[in-house]
């Protein structure tokens, strides 16, 4: 049998309803600011070992939607779609359970993604998430705070450590798991904006852009790299646009140290990839 029909509603005491009462409000979180999550990033957040035993989770979370679409009668979209897989970047083949289309199992990735682009644009065009919690009795999701930010000092130049990880990074492209056909990195590159990238690889229609923390980085200056993430990844997009060329962008933040977990939530939300402990040296 198929986990959605396994899968019971919120109401009862095992660990699965119980750990889906708590991932709602962070999948409806995601809804809100239009971004997908992995598999691992919402395990990390819900504290569990192993994010395979999400299956169980979503799919009591899609289980309680029907049962509340029909109570209020009101399509509630199936907001477990915005769970999804690193690799794939779709969600589990369960999933299509909960869709008209049942044989979603035996559709290519290229069709799948056809079709969880359809639901993943009515999620996010759905605007009665917080009254979706409030049926259901749970809380609205905790936006965190942001930690305090400083003007960064002007002048000095840069630090030892973090030239050398730049240069790390740029002569091995296997650092940050691009293939051994990726070719060395530019480090500084310029964008239109004025702005440097720490690292740019390009190979063939592709680039990724590496915003670059050291292991002297705090958690604030972490912060601001997760948000140049992000600044990055629109400038590079637009410049590509803007020279009739595909916009294939990757923007990713490579630690030196390991990533503050305080920081999680935040890092969820901007849908920034992280790596963390490059070069092998952890805080």
Known sequence: METAEVS???????????????????????????????????????????????????????????????QVDEKIPPIQCLVVNKATEL??????????????????????????DSQLANIFSYSNWLWVLDELGIEYPDFPKLPKFTKRQRGGGEGQQHKELKEYIANNPAAIGLSDSWPKGEIEFGLPSGDSVDVMFSYRQQMVAVEVKSRISDSADINRGLFQCVKYQAVTEAMLGTQGKPQNVQTLLALESSFPKELTPIKNMLGVRVISSVGGKKS
């Open 8 to 70: 019971k509603s919120f109401w009862g005491d095992k660990l699965y309803q119980q750990r889906a009462r708590k991932a709602l409000p962070l999948i409806v979180r995601q809804a809100l600011i239009g971004e997908t999550i992995f598999y691992s990033d919402l395990a990390d957040e819900l504290e569990m070992p192993n994010a395979r035993n999400l299956n169980y989770v979503l799919g009591c979370i899609g289980t309680t939607l029907i049962e509340l679409s029909k």
């Open 91 to 116: 969600p589990g083949e369960g999933f299509g359970w909960f869709l008209s289309e049942k044989d979603f199992k035996k559709l290519s990735n290229k069709q799948k993604k056809v079709v969880i």
